[in-house]
Each structure stands twice: as C-alpha cells, then as structure tokens.
C-alpha cells in the first residue's frame, strides 16, 4: 500500500497515552468482574424460575453492554488522538477519523439493542443479527484503515490495541447471539408484506417522477436550483431536519465533490435526472494518499439511503489502486437505475442490508467488495480492461465469522468483461458469494473463481452457482474447492433471494422498486 507522503511526529501526550491505556485495563477488569457477578447474583436468584434461554439472553445482553463499554472507551481513545494532531497542526489523512467514524455507528448499533433489552423478540432477529455482524465489520475496516497507513501514522499502536480487543468482544456478543436465536423464521406470503418502518408518504419513491417527489433541495450547477453542490444540499437538509424523508433532487450536470452522509443523518433520498446525465465525480485513491474507505466520492452510512438515476465516478484511474466510486454502510438502502464508473474497488458495499436493481457497476480488480448482506438484480456488470499483467476480479467479500448473515448474492444479472476475469475471490476467511440465474460471457475463466493467496479460505468459504446462462456459464470446468457449490440446491439457493438473505420482501415493497422476491420462474 502506497503511504502518505506527510509524516506525523507529533504522539499524544506519553503521561495522557498511560493513563488512558491503565483505565482500559481497568475497565476490561471491573466490567467483566461486574458483568459476571450480576449475572451469578441474578442467576442463582432467579434460576429456579427462569428457562436456560433466557439466561443466555441475560447473558448475551449482559456482553453487548460490555462490548458497548469498550466501545465508548475506544471512541474517546480515537477523539483524544484526533484533538492532539489538531493541536500540532498536523496535516496528514488520519487513518484514527475513519475509526472514530466507524465507532459512532457501532455505537448506535449496540445502543438499539441495550434499549431493546428483554423486548428482542424474534421479529428483530435479522436486525440484531445484522447490526453486530456490522458493528464486527466496523472495526476490521479501522484495523485495515490503520495498517494501510502504518507507515505515515505514529498512534497506530495505541488505536490498534484497543481496536483488537472491541473485536473480539464483539466476536463474542455475535457468537452468543447466534446460540440463542430462534431456529423458527417468520415465513410471509406476498399479501402480508407489511412494512412497518417507513411512513405512507415514502411509498413509490423509486418510480415517480420527479415533479411528483415532494422535494426538499434542489441542486443545480448554474445556479438554478437551491444549492450549487450536493455537499451544501446534505448540510442545509441535516440542520433542517425534522427525522423524515430528506429528498434531494441533482439536476442534469457534473459534480465535481467527495459527499460524506453520517451514520446520524437517515433517509436520504438523492435522485438524478439519469444515468451520465447526473454525475458525481472524485478521484481520491489509496496511491495518492487516503485510505481505502475515504477514497469513495459518494459515502452513505446513514439507515434508509436511496439514490436514483445517478452516475458515481472515481476517475483516480487504472494505476491508482484502491479507488472507491461509491460506499454504502447504510441499513435498508436501495440504489436503482445507477451507474457505478471505477478501476480497481469501485463499489463497496461495507455493511449491513443492501438492494441493487438495474444498476450498472464497471471495474476491474475486486469491483464489488465489502461485507453487507447484499443482492443485485438486473445489474449490468463490466469488467474493464485491467492492466497489462493485472486479473479482474469482480468479487471480493469479506466475511470473517461464520456467524455474520453478510455476503453477496448476484441474480439476474449480466456480467461481461473485456478480456478474462474471475466471478471472485475469497478476501476474508468465510467469504460468502453465490451467482444465480444470470448471464455470464465468454470472458468468464472456465474455473470460475480465484484464490487469494494460496489455501487461504479455500474450505471456509461459500461460493455457489445456480441456474445461470451465457457461454461462461458452464461448471465442468470449475474449482474443485471443499467450499465451492457448482450447483446448489433450489433450497440453498431461496436463501440468498430477496426475502430469504436481506429480509428485503419486509421493507423493500415500500419503496416502489421493482424487485423479485425469490427465484425467477
């Protein structure tokens, strides 16, 4: 990985750095000594009256408090560090604001489910389950922010002791979930689709037009609409906000910005006049100097983003590396109608509940990575011509517990390429990805799917084929990987459709996009 060229001397105080890491200790000592004494009290109290299930949900909840407490120590850790190259004047990409990002949305995450406390119910099973598999992914994505700056970053150690161990606290609240979730899956016919999250007046979002959408900004680049730039819109919304819908519309034109929407900042709704009519482009790149995650142009963490008829554009180009068009971490988002334009990492779908439709996605290594539970449907995806001596891969995902619900489902789809390319490879050790029932073209190598290095997760991972077509689509020549499934079953391969990987038949039918719920007949 390329470093920044600026270098950092200046260390928070040695004296604050001890302190900070003794009352960490401390507090990995007091909340665990308090977490199983309450849990002994309370159970050697109430056992006589009370089913195993649910001490091990005390249990479980007692952990995500602990979790939530690490947490807090670990953002306050980040926000001490952040202050001190403030103060030196130090100008250099902080790998520490990329954790200090991802800890605010793990911290929502953790505080939904303490709020909840003995109201979880099996309704909120995939919700509970997605947020910690993203609270998981939250902080190996700081990890990788740190390591991909290692050299140019002098805290690194400090952060990254305490990252480590959120992670496995955070392993260990997921582990424990997983052992007490019910076995029983709610299964709804489509006459009982009831959204309950989203208010009547968001309902066909996706297919009206724009005259009909109740518009809260409008951005145009001659000056016509309310504000010039989409960063200005996204501002003027948040600080105006009153908890609904914020619809922005992009006119016709070339917007030249990187867009950042927060964790905090939710049901954004950004609707272009079409794909390379609205166009918003960035070119920050790993080789110039940012962090894989802070390379996107256009960043959503926020829950219900939606964009619409919109070009995203990383225009850092074939040589630059790591160069994000677009990254969404936000629950229950939809990007329909859209064009994902990059090289190398041009969409990572981070975490968390995602649905593509009719979207076209162009790159060249790993172009679609990340760790979201998510399904395309009726995308167009392009592998570019890489680099001479370079392989495409279009996939990339990064699952790294067997318990995380997260991975990639491509349905309906086309995918064709300019020169040979690979369905993907296994960037983590569970790496979960399934292609069905989609067109794939001569381009596709016969084996289908790569190795990342070696052995590497070749038995843990999940790649599977089911019901596709095109001259690429022939398994005989295949891997013959322990983990791979040249043809799974139709019961294998209804869990990863709309209603059975991203709960999506629950929350999607509110929006107006069109979507399959299961497998195309």
């Known amino acids: 990985m390329a470093s920044s060229s600026s270098i950092s001397k200046h260390k928070i105080p040695k004296t604050l750095m001890i302190l900070l890491i003794i009352n960490f200790l401390f507090l990995i000592h007091t909340t ?26 005390q249990g479980f909840l007692a952990s995500v408090q602990e979790s939530m407490n690490h947490a807090l120590f670990a953002r306050s850790l980040a ?13 250099i990409i902080d790998p520490v604001h990329d954790c200090l990002e991802l800890l605010d949305d793990t911290l929502e995450m953790l505080s939904r489910i303490t709020t909840m406390q003995d109201t979880i119910s099996s309704d909120d099973d995939e919700d509970v389950h997605t947020w910690l598999s993203a609270a998981l992914t939250n902080q190996e994505t700081c990890e990788q922010s740190l390591q991909e700056k290692s050299k140019s970053y002098k805290n690194g150690f400090e952060i990254d002791f305490v990252a480590r161990n959120l992670s496995g606290m955070l392993t260990k609240s997921l582990e424990l979930f997983v052992s007490v979730k019910s076995k029983s899956r709610r299964l709804l016919s489509e006459q009982e689709y009831i959204p309950t999250f989203v208010t009547s007046s968001d309902r066909r979002l996706l297919e009206a037009s724009v005259e009909v959408l109740k518009i809260d900004a409008v951005v145009a680049t001659d000056g016509s609409g309310t504000h010039k730039t989409v960063g200005e819109a996204l501002l003027a919304s948040s600080l105006a906000s009153s908890g609904g819908r914020t619809v922005i519309h992009l006119k016709a034109g070339t917007y030249n910005e990187n867009i950042n929407i927060p964790t905090k900042q939710k049901n954004v709704m950004l609707v272009g006049d079409g794909k390379g009519k609205t166009v918003i482009v960035g070119s920050r790149s790993n080789r110039g100097g940012w962090t894989t995650y802070r390379t996107a142009t256009v960043a959503a963490m926020g829950e219900g983003f939606i964009a619409r008829d919109i070009t995203f554009v990383n225009s850092a180009g074939p040589k630059s590396e790591q160069a994000v068009a677009l990254r969404v971490g936000a629950d229950k988002s939809v990007v329909y109608r859209c064009s994902v334009e990059g090289y190398q990492d041009s969409l990572y779908t981070h975490s968390k509940r995602q649905f593509y439709r009719e979207t076209d996605i162009t790159g060249t ?16 995806i392009v592998a570019r011509k890489p680099l001479p001596g370079q392989r495409n891969f279009v996939t990339a995902q990064g699952r790294s517990n067997p318990n995380q619900n997260s991975g990639i489902s491509i349905q309906s789809c086309k995918i064709t390429a300019q020169s040979t390319t690979f369905l993907g490879r296994p ?20 084996s289908g799917w790569s190795p990342w290095s070696g052995g590497f997760g070749l038995k843990t991972l999940f790649y599977g084929e089911f019901g596709n077509s095109g ?46 719920s299961g497998l195309v007949k």
């Open 32 to 57: 665990s000594a308090e977490t199983n004494s309450n849990s002994n009290s309370h159970f050697s109290r109430f056992s006589r009256h009370q089913s195993s299930s649910s001490r091990t949900k």
């Open 79 to 91: 926000f001490n560090l952040t202050l001190s190259q403030r103060a030196a004047q130090v100008h």
């Open 365 to 380: 290594v790993d172009f679609i990575f990340g760790n979201s539970a998510v399904v395309f449907q009726s995308c167009n």
């Open 427 to 446: 960037w983590k050790e569970y790496s979960r990805t399934v292609v069905m029932q989609s067109f794939l073209d001569g381009s596709i190598h016969p």
């Open 471 to 516: 001259p690429g689509s022939s398994v005989s020549g295949r891997v013959k990987w322990t983990g791979y499934h040249s043809s799974l079953t139709v019961k294998e391969a209804e869990g990863f459709t709309v209603a059975g990987f991203i709960d999506g038949a629950m929350w999607l039918p509110s929006t107006g996009v069109s979507f399959d």
